[in-house]
Each structure stands twice: as structure tokens, then as C-alpha cells.
């Protein structure tokens, strides 16, 4: 026996089903749908066991048709909470369900692939809301990850309370939380769309590295302090900002007298490779053309430097290694 068909409505699509109900009115005729109404209908809190080849049936059976593709960063993401033991269970995924006993998985995928590759049974909530049609399925499905819902970083930064943890100002501390994945990525830039690079952009490997690199960034946020207002917002971009990281962690007197240079390089000899550092970094765009630029300018005016060379210009090639002297990136330590 079905339901009647509801009316679209927020409060309709807003609403989730008791188990109970859902099974009532609905008969499943796909396998996965049967398997996880049986789990759920035992569960008192709405909390089963996902073993991983249930959780990948799920994805291959029930995923929402047109589902966005998964990203690989966010997978890591949930794997290293469950690896860390800081999984929560009670952070539920959705499936919908429409009147002929169609279910479909609109929110969770990443934590189904994590749970999938994870090669343990996991927990998880299970939130069932149904659909007066595939119209409306939809529209639940689309409700989901709307920007306005989705927590800043700046805001999830706050709730760890990294500023009292660290003893940095706010700025810092997001500019290091973006420069943490080129650091952790052997100082490349960690794209999105590189699979290689999850766990660098993961939020839980941030996390874990953000007092490692407090020291450092504590240094420069006191040096860049005395830097023109101008100058102050490339500094802190996360390609600059990691090389100053990573040269202060390695040569600490030496990259104190070169970033003290380039923030007041106005007396410097135009060919100093710490003045036209400077100049690169009011007048090129950081933000277009080659993503690894911030990056790589840096290496090339701190390595160019160090060797006592003078630079007319700055010349960044895509492709080219990054080599960072003084450090285990210098000139024949590659691998």
C-alpha cells in the first residue's frame, strides 16, 4: 500500500521519516534497499553497522543519479577520522525515497567511499525522507551543501580555538591553515583535482600540523607586522608564505635577514634578488596563470639570493623542479 502523493512543499522536503513509517509504506524491490530497511528498522537510535562491501553496494547501487563526483580530499578526510578514532556516528547520511520503492542515496557518498576503503565495520545514522516524485527527490537532493550552510574556515578555525592555541592573530592563523597542504605536499601546490594531494589538503592532516609550523609562523607574522599595507596581503599568500616557512625552519638566520630585506627593500640595489622579490609580489597576480607561481618566485629569488647572485627579473617555468636552497629541496636533493 503507498502513501498518498504529498504536495511540494519546505515543510514536506524539511522532514524526515521514522523508520517505522518508511517501511510501512514503502516496499522495496531492490536488493540494497531491502538490506538497509532491515538494518535500519532494528536500529532503536537510527545508528547501524556499515560493513565496507555494504557501504560500496551502496554506492553502486543506490548512489543518486547524477551524483557530483566524488572528491578525493574529502574522502580522506572522513578515512583519517576513522583512522584517528574521531568518526561521529551520529552525523547522519540521507537517502531518499520515492513511492515505488526506489531509494537513493542524496547525501554521504564521501562518508560511504571512506567507510568502503576503511576495511572495518563502521557506524553511521541513517535519515530516510521521502519524495512525493523524482522532481522532488531532487529538489532534497539540491537542498543539500548549499554554500550559505557549509561552515567557513575561518569559522571552523575559531571553533578549535586555533588563535588561543597558537598565540597567532586571526590572519595568520587562516594563511597558515591554506599554506599547511603546500608544506605538507614536498612544497607543491596541492590541487584539488590530484588524487596524490588528498591527504595534504585533508582538514584533519591541517590540523595535526598547525602547532608543528606555529613557531616559524609566529617569526614571520613578526616580521611581516612592519610590512606596508600593500605588501602584507602577498606575503601572506599561502605559495609565499610556505617558502618563508619552510627557509625559517631550515636556515632561521639566514631567512630572518632575507625576509626583513624584502619587506624593506626600498635601499636595496635593484638587481637584489630580495628587492625584485618585492616588486613581483606588488605587481604580479598571484591568483592567475601558473598555480604554482607564488611558489615558485620565492624559491627562485631566496635560492638566487643565497648564492650571492643578482636577479634582473624572475622567471618562473611550469614544470620546473622546485628548488629551495639550504633546505632538503636545494640543488641536487630532488627526488
Known amino acids: 500500500m503507498h502513501a498518498p502523493r504529498a504536495s511540494i512543499s519546505a515543510k514536506h522536503t524539511a522532514s524526515f521519516l521514522p523508520a517505522q513509517e518508511y517501511i510501512t509504506v514503502y516496499?522495496?524491490?531492490?536488493t540494497m534497499a531491502a538490506i538497509l530497511m532491515s538494518k535500519l528498522v532494528k536500529a532503536a537510535d537510527g545508528v547501524i553497522t556499515l560493513a565496507p562491501g555494504l557501504a560500496q553496494r551502496i554506492l553502486d547501487e543506490i548512489n543518486f543519479p547524477g551524483q557530483r563526483q566524488r572528491k578525493p580530499f574529502r574522502v580522506s578526510e572522513h578515512l583519517a577520522r576513522i583512522r584517528k578514532g574521531?568518526?561521529?556516528?551520529?552525523?547522519?547520511?540521507?537517502?531518499?525515497?520515492?513511492?515505488?520503492?526506489?531509494?537513493?542515496?542524496a547525501d554521504g557518498q564521501h562518508r560511504m567511499q571512506a567507510i568502503a576503503q576503511s576495511g572495518v565495520p563502521i557506524d553511521v545514522r541513517v535519515n530516510f525522507m521521502h519524495a512525493a516524485d523524482e522532481h522532488d527527490a531532487r529538489r532534497i537532493y539540491a537542498g543539500f551543501d548549499r554554500p550559505e550552510y557549509i561552515r567557513t574556515q575561518?569559522?571552523?578555525?575559531?571553533?578549535l580555538g586555533a588563535v588561543e592555541e597558537t598565540g597567532l592573530k586571526r590572519e595568520t592563523v587562516r594563511c597558515l591553515f591554506r599554506a599547511l597542504p603546500i608544506l605538507h605536499n614536498n612544497m607543491e601546490h596541492a590541487r584539488s583535482n590530484q588524487e596524490k594531494s588528498a591527504a595534504a589538503r585533508s582538514v584533519e592532516t591541517r590540523i595535526d600540523q598547525l602547532p608543528l609550523w606555529t613557531p616559524q609562523a609566529a617569526l614571520y607574522e613578526s616580521m611581516v607586522e612592519g610590512a606596508e599595507r600593500a605588501l602584507k596581503q602577498p606575503l601572506y599568500g599561502a605559495g609565499v608564505m610556505a617558502v618563508a616557512l619552510y627557509v625559517l625552519r631550515h636556515q632561521p638566520a639566514r631567512a630572518q635577514e632575507f625576509w626583513r630585506g624584502v619587506i624593506d627593500a626600498g635601499s636595496l640595489n635593484k638587481d637584489d634578488p630580495r628587492q625584485r622579490l618585492m616588486w613581483e609580489l606588488l605587481n604580479r597576480a598571484l591568483n592567475v596563470g601558473n598555480m604554482r607561481q607564488g611558489i615558485q618566485m620565492t624559491a627562485l629569488a631566496w635560492t638566487r639570493w643565497c648564492e650571492g647572485a643578482r636577479m634582473k627579473m624572475i622567471r618562473c617555468t611550469e614544470g620546473a623542479p622546485i628548488v629551495i636552497w639550504g633546505t632538503p629541496l636545494a640543488k641536487g636533493n630532488q627526488a
Open 86 to 105: 574521531t568518526w561521529n556516528p551520529q552525523y547522519p547520511i540521507t537517502v531518499v525515497g520515492l513511492h515505488d520503492g526506489t531509494l537513493w542515496l
Open 154 to 159: 575561518q569559522e571552523m578555525l575559531d571553533g
Open 27 to 30: 516496499s522495496p524491490k531492490y
